[in-house]
């Protein structure tokens, strides 16, 4: 999966590279800004970058934004590319689909054990604190809905704008996320809640 997301990434990055070529002296990097979403970023996508970075002649800016705002960078001309969870294909601009990321309600034991004994019903999952990455973050109640089938649009959490601190405020029984797969199978052994259908 990795290497397909890594032929993608260099095929956008060729074409971008040979449009802004003409732009570049010769002898420096091309500069390349990207916008990505927090969790890519503190999963799969950094292997990509390092493999750009170390193949290419390139300087990288990474725009971290939410994935269903990241495409809007590209709009407004911050950056040459994105990674979105939108299948909108923009005029002038290539759109390859590059897998997708599974993510998961979890929680810690203690907090599972304290606020969803029977699972995750309704009732429980709108007074338990959710952490949230920030108030652009919808992943949480898209899957509430998806998942427990309650539209949520008030709920008590907390706001942590970095991947790794929502990670550790539900490893601290702050509260429960929807975490990608990928951040959690290899950090710790998290109470699952529920999946994404």
């Not at 998961?104 to 309704?122: E, H, N, Q, T, V």
Request: charged share 20%; aromatic share 8%.
């Amino acid at each position: 999966m990795l290497l397909r997301h890594v032929n993608t990434l260099n095929l956008l990055e060729d074409e971008a590279l040979r449009e802004i070529r003409p732009q570049v002296d010769a002898d420096e990097p091309v500069p390349l800004a990207i916008a990505v979403n927090a969790d890519s970023l503190a999963t799969w996508l950094p292997d990509v970058f390092w493999h750009l970075i170390n193949t290419r002649d390139i300087t990288l800016e990474v725009v971290r934004d939410d994935q269903e705002h990241t495409l809007e960078r590209l709009l407004q001309g911050d950056v040459m590319g994105c990674v979105s969870s939108q299948r909108t294909s923009l005029r002038g601009f290539n759109s390859h689909p590059l897998g997708v990321m599974v993510y998961r309600c979890y929680a810690a034991p203690g907090f599972a054990r304290r606020w969803f004994p029977d699972g995750l019903p309704a009732h429980a999952a709108r007074k338990a604190p959710a952490v949230l990455f920030d108030r652009k973050d919808t992943l949480h109640s898209k899957f509430m809905e998806q998942c427990v089938g309650v539209r949520m649009p008030r709920y008590p959490c907390h706001y942590l704008p970095d991947t790794k601190a929502v990670f550790a405020a539900v490893q601290h029984s702050a509260g429960y996320s929807v975490l990608p797969c990928l951040q959690v199978a290899w950090r710790t052994a998290m109470r699952h809640l529920a999946t994404s259908r």
